[in-house]
């Protein structure tokens, strides 16, 4: 595995969950492929088209100043153009310590050029 492949990704990883974080939807939506996409766990597939309305209304839902965090990232493969991962993301209301979510994530990463990009985020419960 390419050492500064694996520095990329995890870095990509982080910084997903910083803009999320920071509510940047514009940032966020830059991560995607045209055709990237987030799975549900109900299997539901939220295209990039639809993700701007998704983001708002998943944030929306969450407390103003939660925090999105990325813990046991494990990259499982990465080839010349692909890479994936899985990552537990844990999401906290600061304000009162408080959890608010624990999903686990698969990552399905494209690199265009010399950039990473998310093909596909699948979302799962725990």
Do not use: C
Not at 68 to 93: C, F, P
């Amino acid at each position: 595995m390419d050492s500064n492949a694996f520095i990329e990704v995890s870095a990509f990883l982080v910084k997903a969950d910083e803009l999320a974080s920071q509510r940047n939807y514009e940032q966020y939506l830059d991560l995607f492929t045209p055709n990237g996409t987030i799975i549900l766990p109900d299997k539901s597939t939220i295209s990039l088209d639809q993700m701007n309305t998704f983001l708002h209304q998943t944030w929306g839902n969450e407390p103003a100043e939660s925090i999105h965090l990325t813990l046991n990232s494990v990259i499982t493969s990465i080839t010349q153009n692909e890479a994936y991962a899985t990552t537990k993301m844990l999401i906290i209301d600061p304000s009162h310590n408080k959890i608010v979510n624990l999903v686990a994530v698969n990552h399905e990463l494209i690199l265009v050029g010399k950039r990473w990009y998310y093909g596909a985020r699948t979302i799962q419960t725990l």
